[in-house]
């Protein structure tokens, strides 16, 4: 099995972090990584999401994962079981990754031969929506049981994100969540982003996000 | 129906959060209020447990609620609907209350004639993790859908409290969600800690937890 290993992320030294995320994107363009930050609360699931993605795309692009955690290993170790490159990044208990510290952990991963590179940043809903991390793209999840008041109460993350994933949707039967309303907070938020509802255990759902990224990724290679 | 107001926190003067802490603390002492600062994730049923606690709880103790949020007031009305003292406080984007910015909660609040002031903090379980918000007690929730890896992740947050209360056990036949890991991983960070399982949907574990907060009230204040 693929090995992977534990990198201790230090604390960024650009005071600039908008500059510094800028400085990225054109590193990641000329070497052809398209870079996702995939971000939710704890145990919306991203690593059973990602899972999905990976095995829907590894045979059509070379994929990279970064797993951003304050301690453990536990999701690197989930991924490392689909086959793809994968690093385990530690945060030293920050609560969020901004470029600087994303740029050390894609050169912990290596970035040769990579096509795709997604960071499953820290779970949290608050600090990451604040840090440009270089990402091409930003994507949230957030899960059925969390609730439909989230976009009210965390309207930063709901508005820099490109898509979101509301996920969970095959235990919607034992919650009370009003799938409309979130799309109606949302696309007063931000009117540009897509709501896919998904269920990462089932798959269901899973066919159209990785379409959406599928073109999104050919979007910015012919760009 | 009892009126509440929306307070925009500042940030904090105070360079030494730990001696602001207990310096909060000493202060409310002096006054009798005992300060329970309850912590989780987003959507983890912060809210919906403060109404079950309060409805058992408030025939016998005055009890004032600070509703700490980025945004919105969703959660101050849901908590007004159980006729206590309540306020909204806005964070300004910040991912955490320290204890200065608790303080100008608690004076917003008004403390005179409270018994039990109960902090709902910000959704998130990395950043209020790290400040001394000058409670009594931490409390924190972990809800059944986000999964029983969360200890492993967020070690400080669970070293950190007095009860964990593990809530949404009323879904528990639909997650793979294994309490007893969860019993030891705990244990293993926090060897003092409590765990409750409970439904604030359902009411089940209510008891229980009230009763041990009732009694951690009672012993403080003979102590």
Redesign the interface.
């Known amino acids: 099995m693929n090995e992977f290993r534990i990198l201790e992320i230090k604390q960024s030294v650009f005071e600039d972090n908008d500059r510094a995320a800028d400085c990225l994107r054109e590193e990641l363009r000329a070497k052809g990584v398209f870079l996702l930050n995939l971000m939710s609360?704890?145990?919306?699931g991203k690593t059973t999401t990602l899972r999905g993605t990976i095995e829907r795309m590894k045979q059509s692009f070379a994929i990279g994962v970064m797993e951003a955690?304050?301690?453990?290993d536990?999701d690197a170790k989930a991924i490392q079981e689909t086959g793809v490159k994968v690093i385990q990044l530690h945060t030293g208990?920050m609560?969020h990754l901004d470029a600087g510290m994303t740029r050390q952990g894609l050169e912990g991963l290596g970035m040769e031969g990579v096509e795709l590179a997604i960071l499953e940043n820290?779970?949290?809903?608050?600090?990451p929506a604040?840090f440009d991390t270089g990402a091409i793209k930003n994507v949230m999840i957030l899960?059925?049981?969390?609730?439909d008041?989230?976009p009210?109460?965390?309207?930063?993350m709901f508005s820099i994100c490109d898509v979101i994933l509301v996920n969970?949707i095959?235990?919607l039967p034992?919650?009370d969540f009003d799938l409309d309303a979130v799309r109606a907070r949302v696309a007063k938020l931000n009117p540009n982003a897509k709501v896919i509802p998904i269920s990462a255990r089932t798959g269901e759902g899973l066919d159209e996000w990785v379409a959406w990224l599928r073109e999104a990724i050919n979007d910015w290679k012919r760009s």
Chains 1, 2 share one sequence.
């Open positions: 609360s704890p145990g919306a955690d304050i301690d453990s536990v208990g609560c820290v779970g949290n809903l608050v600090c604040e899960s059925v049981p969390e609730g008041d989230k009210l109460k965390y309207p930063l969970k095959d235990v034992y919650f």
